[in-house]
């Protein structure tokens, strides 16, 4: 079993749409949880980072952790053409040197 | 501007050839790492390193390696040895939020070198 599961998509959505992307996960001690954005032939670029449960709010994104279930989600309000790209979620325990990813959904928004 | 440059952004290898890909960060970071993507795979970790002249395997080391000499620079060779060498390559550096042995790396990346073997 994978540290981190990702569903591969691809995602079509009409513009407007809320968008709800989801990991789950099995190491209970992962603590810190991110999403990153990555254009077409592009580095990842950070979108959200959250420490425990909980939500965090940043403009038309919501990312929301349940460590209980060991599921967080990523929403998307009032998707837009520029929301395209892949969604790769990341985590990591306390003080590690590295970070677990999952593989990334690819979101397509239709205008 | 601050970030990470990663050249070239296309190379193209003939098997049997060794190839460096260079990663150069001007955000101060202590910390840098080298990916490989794939697709369907995500990210796979090659190698990090915390500080200058020090460095630690990832999962997929084997046939690959690293310097770190430089702070700001961390080059990475990808030797004949490797089997499967076609792959989009990203480098990263990361500062470390939180307190001691109790936070977390947030990576910041470059923008990607993709290799082919011809």
């Known amino acids: 079993q994978k540290e981190v599961e990702q569903d591969p998509g691809p995602l079509s959505v009409p513009e407007g749409a809320i968008v709800s992307l989801n990991c789950t996960y099995s190491?209970?001690?992962?603590?810190?949880f991110m999403w990153y954005r990555q254009y077409s032939r592009k580095g990842p670029e950070l979108l959200m980072y959250?420490?425990?449960?909980g939500n965090k709010e940043d403009g038309r994104f919501t990312a929301q952790v349940d460590k209980s279930s060991k599921y967080i989600s990523l929403f998307i309000r009032d998707s837009q053409p520029s929301d395209s790209a892949t969604y790769l979620c990341a985590m990591s325990e306390p003080g590690a040197n590295n970070l677990f990813f999952g593989t990334g959904t690819r979101l397509t928004v239709i205008p | 501007d601050g970030g990470i440059t990663q050249s070239p952004k296309y190379l193209f290898r003939k098997e049997g050839q060794n190839v460096t890909l260079s990663c150069e960060q001007n955000l101060n970071h202590d910390a840098m790492y080298w990916y490989r993507q794939d697709p369907g795979q995500g990210l796979r970790l090659i190698y990090y390193?915390?500080?200058?002249?020090?460095?630690q395997k990832g999962d997929i080391a084997e046939g690959y390696s690293v310097s770190r000499e430089k702070k700001e620079s961390f080059p990475l060779t990808v030797t004949s040895a490797q089997k499967n060498p076609t792959a989009f390559y990203l480098c990263?550096?990361?500062?470390?939020?939180?307190?001691?042995?109790?936070?977390?790396?947030?990576?910041?990346f470059g923008a990607g070198s993709r290799l082919t073997v011809l």
């Open positions: 990263a550096s990361s500062i470390y939020l939180g307190g001691t042995g109790a936070g977390a790396n947030v990576l910041t």
């Open positions: 959250t420490y425990s449960s």
């Open positions: 390193s915390q500080i200058v002249n020090d460095f």
């Open positions: 190491n209970s001690a992962f603590q810190y």
